[in-house]
């Protein structure tokens, strides 16, 4: 078992994690924190307020993604409709490319 500590809303939390998991938890818990800069007057609300908020912010995210919606102000969203054109013209030339292998 290790630990390590990451900030939240300026916080410190130590987390118990398996060996090795470190980086990842860290990553984490910058990725919650990130979301939780968005968040004007969180300096005088309670640590569990500060995390409510955080779960709910990742809450709404998933939320998205599961009903296939991009994820506003994310490197997702930015890259979804290209994403989404060059899937639609890779299956226009694939069609094609059938099409041409059965006529001959």
């Known amino acids: ?9 300026g916080r410190k939390y130590t987390i118990n994690c398996g060996e090795g ?4 938890i860290a990553m984490l818990a910058e990725k919650i924190d990130r979301r939780l800069s ?3 007057n969180l300096a005088g609300q309670s640590a569990e307020r500060t995390l409510l908020y955080g779960a709910l ?4 995210e998933n939320y998205d993604l599961e009903r296939g919606g991009a994820v506003k102000g994310s490197a997702l969203a ?3 409709v290209p994403l989404e054109n060059l899937a639609d013209r890779l299956e226009s030339l694939a ?10």
């Not at 078992?1 to 809303?9: E, P, W």
């Not at 998991?21 to 990842?24: G, S």
């Not at 069609?95 to 001959?104: I, N, R």
């Open 1 to 9: 078992m290790s630990n390590v500590t990451v900030t939240l809303a």
């Open 21 to 24: 998991e470190e980086p990842h």
């Open 38 to 40: 968005t968040i004007d």
């Open 57 to 60: 912010l990742l809450a709404d």
């Open 78 to 80: 930015d890259i979804a």
């Open 95 to 104: 069609a094609a490319l059938e099409d041409g292998a059965s006529t001959t």
